[in-house]
């Protein structure tokens, strides 16, 4: 099955401990991106990778890293999180030809104290 | 980068047609119009893509002015599975444009 797979679904953390968030696809996208969700402010872009080893900033990037090694990866690293990033995150994927439809993920919760 | 402005909300009653306007005054030569739905707890999911003019798959038809500043989502005989948030989006992934930015979305009410 085609999908787009993200783990953890939720986590609850504290401030300043590092965490990754990973990202997974299937379709052989060249395309993938991270956003979160925050009541009221729709989805943000965090960053966004055109194809492996190519990774540029989205609209909200403080805070995040990512890397793009292997295709079908696109893990959302947080060095030090804070409480100003809880908030849903979803990993989206697409290709570079054809529609612009993106798939998405089916989010992460993540909650940091 | 296009910005995309839309209704916060709208009602609507089953079996009516619903149209949501989105409006993006500066939207480039080379983008596309994308519209997503998404559902509480869950992932955005693609609806209806268009460049201009008109298009209409099963679910939705797109209207896209000559303009191209606005451009409107209708959804044909809701139903109460229509609640939903829509989402707008301005932007061509095929061109290099990987940057995009969502709209606040609009949140649509469908009452029996």
């Known amino acids: 099955e085609a999908q787009v797979t993200q783990n953890p679904r939720y986590l609850i953390t504290v401030t300043g401990k590092k965490l990754t968030v990973t990202c997974s696809q299937n379709?052989?996208?060249?395309?993938m991106s991270w956003y979160r969700q925050d009541p009221g402010l729709g989805l943000r872009q965090i960053y966004y990778?055109?194809?492996?080893?190519?990774?540029d900033k989205g609209d909200v990037p403080e805070g995040y890293k990512v890397s793009r090694k292997e295709k079908r990866n696109f893990p959302l690293i947080l060095e030090s999180p804070s409480p100003n990033q809880t908030s849903l995150y979803f990993c989206?994927?697409?290709?570079?030809?054809?529609?612009?439809?993106?798939?998405f993920g089916p989010g992460t919760r993540l909650t940091v104290l | 980068l296009a910005k995309t402005t839309q209704p916060i909300s709208m009602d609507s009653y089953e079996g009516q047609e619903v149209n949501i306007t989105c409006s993006h005054n500066?939207?480039?030569?080379?983008?596309?119009i994308t519209w997503y739905q998404q559902f509480p707890s869950q992932g955005p999911r693609f609806i209806i893509q268009?460049?201009?003019t008109k298009v209409t798959n099963e679910v939705a038809s797109l209207f896209i002015p000559a303009d191209r500043k606005s451009s409107t989502l209708s959804l044909p005989r809701v139903s109460l599975s229509d609640t939903a948030v829509y989402y707008c989006?301005?932007?061509?992934?095929?061109?290099?444009?990987?940057?995009?930015?969502f709209g606040q979305g609009t949140e649509l009410s469908v009452k029996p």
């Open positions: 989206a994927s697409s290709l570079t030809s054809g529609s612009n439809e993106q798939f």
């Open positions: 379709m052989n996208h060249e395309y």
């Open positions: 990778s055109m194809n492996v080893e190519v990774t």
């Open positions: 500066n939207i480039a030569t080379n983008d596309y």
């Open positions: 268009g460049y201009k």
């Open positions: 989006l301005v932007g061509d992934i095929r061109g290099g444009g990987g940057k995009l930015i």
